[in-house]
């Protein structure tokens, strides 16, 4: 973040001010009712009960050390706390602090301090303890290690088929609640004043950790960037194999990863020009209808070399379009067009979908190779009922919003692990909510929440957008647009459903010659990704809540009406539309 962007003198001024205000650590000891407190030193923040971690409850140990500095790394107090309320609760939390006046910090608001802290997210199945990132940039940073060490999520289901439950409502909730509540409290005790700004900063696992704090605790952060989310862990990593049981059942074998990748060159010539720019990217693979069918061997227009077989084509087309069950109900998002096809469906599957097949059944034996596309829906449903209540947060964001929160999410459009559509849908509801009338309302959402499009982007390919937030929460600065560079290319990337429009003249490697306008949210587009009602899986209805378009409306337009302005004003009323 540049320093430029903080007014230090009003920080500063505020913070004093926080600090006058603030209660007493402890009536106890040192701390007494009429005196405001008086910062620790780092060596007594784990040897000083009245620092509020020793013999804490939940505390099992602590220790807390001045970390010398080291290559690029500054010096900094780092505290280590285990935390766990019974025996087989064991979550590692690490703090890590800029060092204090009192330490011999200095340049910041208190020592080497930028008065705010800044948590930071894990990965796949995950958590995540290096803090330097932040404390280099004078915040408080902290991670935890989500109660297990590894990335092997198999441990959630116990040998007998129960339910590891302490472990995966510690993964998926508890390590990084206790996380940010801790790191808040150990910044307030060292330093003697209340952080001004508390942020949350994570991508994929650390994206939807960053949701579930917004969702479970809405009051506690001031700004959550939550890129690539993997929320609906449950729904959107049993369809990571979708794809693995459609080319065992039509081509009986995976496909080999250069016809992938033909494949995918050929959607993306197919389509790039469809958003006025001829750039090799797909700006919205929404909007494209490639069928892998055209490189089939002998096909006129099918390449030289990985051409197709009919089957492969077939298995390919099913990869885009996503799982669905034999009513045809679309259950689940697929992969799009323009997408690495390989990473989920290569010769051995994405180890976390085969663990949620064993997460849907509890059964750590469950074989996937059993499973028929057929019977996909059994598995997805099975995993709806038995577990995604605990793991898909998808909750709602009432108490952030009322709280003033800021929350700032960008997602590749070409991720490859997590299907952006999953994460436009959630968008899509929580318009819907903080609309009228069932009706989603971007502009309304936009206030406390912004979603952006990466065209072209992979899994966490994104920029890094913490700058953004930043000035969002503590200077109202509205993020209209965030510019991706690529190389020498620079572009802007708009909040959703806007997109980047072309001006018409100039360099179209200039972000300069684009504007952010337009609607994405198509009738066509929404109705195209309307799915079966959740833990109905196999033979629900299609479930149009909160996608402010209807059954009737679907059917009776084909899902065709492209020039449609949807769901962005809530005063449109669309006649005809609502159940």
């Known amino acids: 973040m540049r320093a430029a962007s903080l007014n230090v003198v009003s920080l500063t001024a505020g913070l004093m001010g926080l600090a006058l205000l603030a209660p007493p650590v402890h009536a106890t000891g040192k701390h007494h009712h009429n005196n405001p407190p008086e910062p620790a030193s780092c060596a007594a923040l784990a040897t000083d009960p009245d620092n509020g971690l020793f013999g804490a409850a939940g505390v099992k140990s602590v220790n807390s050390q001045v970390i010398p500095a080291s290559g690029p790394n500054v010096s900094y107090c780092q505290v280590n706390i285990l935390y766990g309320t019974k025996p087989e609760q064991n979550i590692n939390i690490r703090v890590g602090l800029p060092l204090s006046e009192l330490d011999g910090g200095t340049g910041g608001v208190q020592g080497a301090w930028n008065g705010r802290t800044q948590g930071i997210g894990g990965g796949g199945c995950s958590g995540g303890l290096g803090v330097t990132g932040p404390v280099n940039a004078g915040y408080v940073g902290s ?100 794809g693995q049981l459609v080319m065992k059942d039509l081509v009986g074998a995976p496909i080999a990863g250069a016809k992938l990748t033909q494949t995918t060159a050929s959607a993306v010539a197919a389509c790039d020009a469809n958003d006025g720019v001829t750039d090799g990217i797909i700006d919205d693979p929404r909007t494209c209808t490639f069928s892998a069918k055209s490189n089939v061997c002998g096909e006129p227009t099918a390449p030289a070399a990985n051409c197709l077989t009919l089957q492969e084509a077939d298995a390919i087309d099913k990869i885009w379009d996503g799982p669905r069950n034999t009513r045809g109900n679309k259950i689940w998002f697929g992969l799009d067009r323009g997408t690495s096809i390989g990473a989920l469906n290569g010769t051995i599957p994405f180890a976390l979908g085969v663990t949620q097949f064993h997460w849907n059944t509890h059964d750590r034996n469950f074989d996937w190779r059993g499973v028929s596309a057929d019977e996909y829906a059994e598995v997805a449903q099975a995993g709806s009922r038995n577990i995604a209540d605990v793991t898909d947060t998808f909750g709602d964001l009432d108490t952030f919003r009322r709280s003033g929160g800021k929350l700032l999410t960008l997602v590749g459009m070409n991720d490859q692990l997590i299907m952006p559509r999953g994460v436009l849908h959630y968008y899509r509801e929580m318009a819907a909510r903080y609309g009228r009338h069932d009706d989603p309302d971007f502009e309304r959402l936009q206030k406390f929440y912004r979603l952006f499009r990466v065209p072209g982007a992979g899994h966490c390919g994104v920029p890094n957008a913490l700058a953004t937030l930043v000035n969002w929460v503590e200077n109202g600065v509205e993020p209209e647009q965030i510019i991706q560079q690529s190389g020498t290319r620079t572009r802007p990337m708009c909040p959703y459903p806007q997109k980047a429009i072309y001006k018409g003249t100039g360099d179209t490697n200039d972000a300069a010659n684009f504007s952010c306008g337009g609607n994405l949210e198509k009738r066509s587009v929404v109705c195209e990704d309307v799915i079966t009602k959740y833990k109905h899986e196999v033979k629900g209805p299609l479930d149009y809540t909160g996608t402010g378009v209807s059954r009737n409306a679907c059917e009776r337009s084909g899902g065709h009406d492209d020039d449609h302005d949807h769901g962005h004003h809530h005063h449109h009323h669309h006649t005809g539309w609502h159940r």
């Open 143 to 242: 991670g935890n290690d989500t109660g297990h060490s590894g990335g092997n999520c198999e441990p959630g289901v116990n040998e007998d088929g129960t339910y590891n439950l302490q472990f995966i409502n510690d993964f998926i909730r508890n390590g990084m609640k206790q996380q940010i509540l801790f790191s808040k409290a150990v910044a307030k005790t060292y330093y003697a004043q209340k952080p001004a700004y508390n942020y949350w900063n994570g991508c994929s696992t650390g994206g939807r950790q960053g949701y579930v704090l917004a969702q479970e605790l809405g009051s506690e952060l001031d700004g959550i960037l939550a890129n690539a989310p993997a929320i609906y862990w449950t729904r959107f990593q049993t369809a990571q194999m979708w």
